[in-house]
């Protein structure tokens, strides 16, 4: 193979004795710089006339595409996305999906060892097999003269311009070939970008990097084709219980699909004593249970027959609710339902139950939001911590669980102030949900919500505080008729 550094260029001069890359599109002008060797902002576009390629040798044909994309077919390397300087946005990515493949990061410096340990460490990195070293390109060409290349490799370089294609051209030389290079680089230049590109590197990225946007680079290379859509699970869990977690959930999933007018799915975990079924007057099915003993077989057709439809919106994948059988499931199987059910839906809202299994601390920590509801006593502070610790430290890209305070201000009952409450945990609350055992009984005896039984009360509010504050979206609240309204009939 040629190395694709070592050919003419016919634009070398004294004046270009670095050899680096040369944007020689006609440059903005609002800059004062007119060095056109200087770095060049990536978010900048060319102007029209500009040519592609700062190589290209006009006194002679363009070679054959094969022959330009030799050292592209020898990485084993696919278009790369056309749009650059997308990774550093801070939206929301916890809804992807990494597949099972082996990851090898090579940094060159501290900075970049770090990011890496941690994307390697990020939940949404557990199936992948994630290997961090230091030393950079070289560590990466060392390495590989002996070992085979994994099917994604993160090379850090500081070398521009005909020095780093040079290094790319040994790294080829003992790469697989069906293994994506992403480099990460110092050098913030538009025509080092596209030279890469065009030379078959997956992706670019500039030092500083974030463990979020190594994340998402790598979602945005590997699609997993058995995932084309995961929706956004929201796990509800009590800090003791008779907190109310279950009903916050439900609610709070009626809101999404009725107010929100968003497709939900609500997965009732807790298999012998759920209690979703009786919240929505169905008749639960043997679905849960089905799934968790062949997870295998589980489809998006065989899902939708077992999902409950409760309206238009909202569906009901629910527990059993009997005590017949054994439910001794391990957490290889709750882990592949959930990622299924995932695909079912925009939202997935999981109601936890009150125990501490393998499985539900997978789910937890895997989740894209936790809710932890508590009531404001002794044991629910103690548990609640305990949850928010762990989950803190298990996810350490994420957002901390929200806290939602249930039955608040029971008449007679000591509690712990808001104030105390939330000092000890580290967490504000969402939002306080009342104590209004009156409205609740009403809800769950007639299989409505809150927001059919009560959508005026404190505690219909506090569910839409909660609703927005997890969805950034507030829902539609109906204004109230005036008395002359009414009497007009409008």
């Known amino acids: 193979m040629v190395n694709p550094a070592r050919h003419n260029d016919p634009f070398d001069s004294l004046d270009d004795l670095d050899d680096e890359f040369v944007d020689y599109a006609p440059r903005a002008r609002n800059r004062m710089d007119a060095d056109a060797g200087d770095d060049y902002d990536l978010s900048a576009e060319p102007s029209p006339g500009a040519p592609e390629d700062p190589f290209a040798d006009p006194l002679e044909p363009a070679p054959a595409p094969t022959q330009r994309q030799a050292f592209a077919s020898t990485l084993g390397l696919r278009d790369a996305p056309a749009a650059f300087g997308h990774f550093g946005e801070q939206d929301d990515i916890g809804a992807i999906s990494i597949p099972r493949i082996a990851i090898h990061f090579f940094a060159g410096s501290d900075a970049t060892l770090q990011a890496c340990d941690t994307a390697s460490l990020d939940r949404r990195m557990a199936r992948a097999q994630c290997v961090v070293r230091p030393g950079g390109i070289d560590g990466a060409i060392d390495a590989y003269r002996n070992e085979p290349t994994p099917s994604l490799l993160f090379v850090e370089a500081s070398e521009r311009g005909r020095d780093l294609l040079d290094r790319l051209g040994q790294l080829a030389e003992v790469c697989d070939a069906n293994t994506k290079v992403v480099v990460i680089g110092a050098h913030n230049d538009i025509s080092l970008y596209r030279e890469l590109i065009r030379q078959g590197v997956s992706e670019y990225m500039v030092a500083p990097v974030q463990p979020l946007q190594l994340i998402k680079t790598i979602a945005t290379l590997f699609n997993d084709p058995e995932t084309p859509f995961v929706g956004r699970a929201i796990a509800f869990v009590g800090a003791r219980g008779g907190a109310g977690s279950s009903s916050i959930a439900h609610n ?28 929505f007057n169905q008749d639960p099915l043997q679905g849960m249970a089905d799934a968790l003993g062949e997870p295998d077989r589980l489809d998006s057709v065989l899902l939708d027959r ?19 059988q054994d439910y001794t499931h391990d957490a290889d199987a709750y882990s592949e339902v959930t990622r299924k059910v995932r695909a079912a839906a925009p939202y997935i809202v999981m109601d936890m139950p009150h125990v501490w299994t393998p499985w539900l601390k997978a789910n937890l920590i895997a989740a894209d939001e936790v809710v932890i509801v508590a009531t404001p006593d ?17 996810r350490p890209n994420d957002a901390p669980p929200r806290l939602v305070l249930n039955q608040m201000e029971i008449p007679g009952r000591p509690e712990i102030p808001v104030k105390d409450f939330t000092a000890a945990l ?42 927005a504050a997890i969805t950034g979206r507030a829902p539609e609240v109906k204004a109230k008729k005036s008395l002359l309204a009414s009497l007009l009939g409008k």
């Not at 409760?310 to 629910?318: D, N, P, Q, Y």
């Not at 002794?378 to 298990?394: E, G, P, T, V």
């Open 252 to 279: 709070f999933a009626y809101n999404l699909s009725e107010q929100l007018q968003a497709n939900t799915v609500i997965v009732d975990y807790d298999l012998p004593f759920g209690t979703a079924g009786l919240d």
């Open 378 to 394: 002794l044991a629910s502070l103690r548990n609640a911590k305990n949850i928010i610790d762990l989950l803190k430290s298990s």
């Open 306 to 324: 077992m999902l409950t439809k409760c309206s238009e919106r909202l569906s009901l994948f629910s527990s059993p609710a009997v005590l017949d």
């Open 426 to 467: 580290g967490v504000e609350p969402s939002c306080l949900i009342p104590f209004d055992p009156k409205l609740f009984g009403q809800a769950s005896n007639n299989g409505q919500m809150i927001a059919e039984c009560g959508p005026s009360s404190k505690t219909a509010e506090a569910l839409n505080q909660l609703t």
